[in-house]
């Protein structure tokens, strides 16, 4: 990637708490840490799977990518590792120092950014990624999703981790819960957060100015391949 998409701007702020909740998780693994939502539903984070290197269902997405790849949230970056073997220009932004010190550890291009605010190389990217339950970031997906259309280049693609159909569109707020020494839960503080479905994709899409061109599962996974509308 050529020095010119990499500026380096004044530092970032954070738009809520998610930033410092995954962090935490990402201290204290393996865990166990589970995602609580205020709608009653929960689920255990995958934060060995975050340590540890690219998982098979990431050759699905890799292979989509054809160009200078953008990885938000990209915790310790095992995505950002898994474009840059496949030869793509990729860069890792996540809101928490600490995950980008550990994407850096691998090798990888990481940057502490938050994707609200300004970027490198806005408008040029070829593809950005939502991996792991990242569209959730914020709260809102249509304005998440409107952000990464405006990161791209005029034929790019946002690849999102959606999941399987049924629960359709959630905002809310969510907590990090983790058990203690004592093994007594721990519940951390309240963040915005957001799930969407495979099914609610395609509203939450069009309403970002991005059309769903395809989705596909890999494993028990599920993605989605947006491109700009027009």
Do not use: K
């Not at 496949?86 to 994707?115: N, Q, T």
């Not at 005029?154 to 809310?172: M, N």
């Not at 839960?185 to 395609?202: C, E």
């Amino acid at each position: 990637m050529t020095n010119d998409l990499l500026p380096a701007p004044a530092g970032t702020p954070r738009r809520d708490r998610a930033g410092d909740v995954f962090a935490a998780a990402l201290r204290d693994r393996p865990g166990p840490h589970w995602l609580v939502h205020d709608d009653g539903r929960h689920r255990a984070l995958p934060v060995r799977r975050w340590h540890g290197p690219p998982e098979p269902a990431t050759r699905a997405v890799v292979a989509r990518c054809a160009g200078p790849t953008l990885d938000v949230g990209c915790g310790p970056g095992r995505l950002t590792l898994a474009l840059a073997r496949a030869g793509h220009a990729a860069v890792g932004v996540d809101v928490s120092s600490y995950a980008v010190r550990l994407a850096r550890s691998r090798g990888v291009v990481a940057l502490r950014r938050d994707v609200f605010a300004p970027l490198p190389a806005e408008g040029r990217w070829a593809h950005v990624l939502l991996m792991d339950g990242n569209i959730g970031i914020g709260g809102d997906p249509v304005a998440l999703l409107a952000r990464c259309r405006d990161l791209l280049r005029a034929d790019g693609t946002v690849l999102v981790e959606l999941e399987a159909p049924g629960p359709g569109l959630w905002r809310g707020h969510s907590r990090l819960v983790s058990r203690d020494a004592d093994g007594e839960p721990r519940p951390g503080a309240a963040f915005r957060w957001a799930r969407l479905d495979t099914v609610a994709a395609h509203g939450v899409a069009v309403a970002a100015g991005l059309n769903v061109r395809t989705l596909f599962a890999a494993g028990r996974r599920w993605f989605g391949e947006l491109a700009r509308r027009g």
